[in-house]
């Protein structure tokens, strides 16, 4: 579960269906990705961090950690 992806789209006070429109994937999708089911692209995150204001490598550092 991506439970910073979750604090930062709260804090931007944005729903997933209103990430999910600007970005152009279905709300299914962005939740899929938001509770680590699924890993965006290289080219989807960075379309998900521009709207929400981070760093798109954040997505991909998380899997070093784990």
Known sequence: MR???REIREIAGKTQLE???KIGISA???NFIENGRRRPSPE???KI???LG???TQ???E???A
Request: net charge negative; no cysteine.
């Open 3 to 5: 439970v910073w992806l």
């Open 19 to 21: 990430v999910a429109n």
């Open 28 to 30: 299914q999708m962005f």
């Open 44 to 46: 989807l995150a960075k």
């Open 49 to 51: 961090a521009e709207e």
């Open 54 to 56: 981070f760093e798109w």
């Open 59 to 61: 997505f991909f550092e």
């Open 63 to 65: 899997d070093k950690t």
